[in-house]
């Protein structure tokens, strides 16, 4: 299982105004600061991105693999 700390991106969407309330932002739409994702064999880091954009629907804006 990898770990991952994600920075969301709300450029483009309804939320992009929301300067300065990020962390309340995320709360209330239910998007984690971390992540555990499970990759497949035949997937590798450069799926991170692309796996976290389509679970849960917004763009990313930053991520880094953390350690426990």
């Keep these: ?24 932002t995320c709360a209330n ?3 984690p600061k971390k992540v555990n994702i499970v990759l497949d064999e035949d997937e590798d880091e450069d799926n991170i991105q692309e796996y976290l ?4 629907g917004f ?3 930053s991520w880094e693999i953390i350690e426990d």
């Design 53 to 56: 954009e389509e679970q849960y």
């Design 29 to 31: 739409l239910g998007l």
């Design 1 to 24: 299982m990898t770990k991952v700390l994600v920075e969301w991106s709300f450029e483009g969407t309804e939320f992009e105004d929301t300067y300065g309330q990020y962390e309340e």
């Design 59 to 61: 763009e990313v804006e």
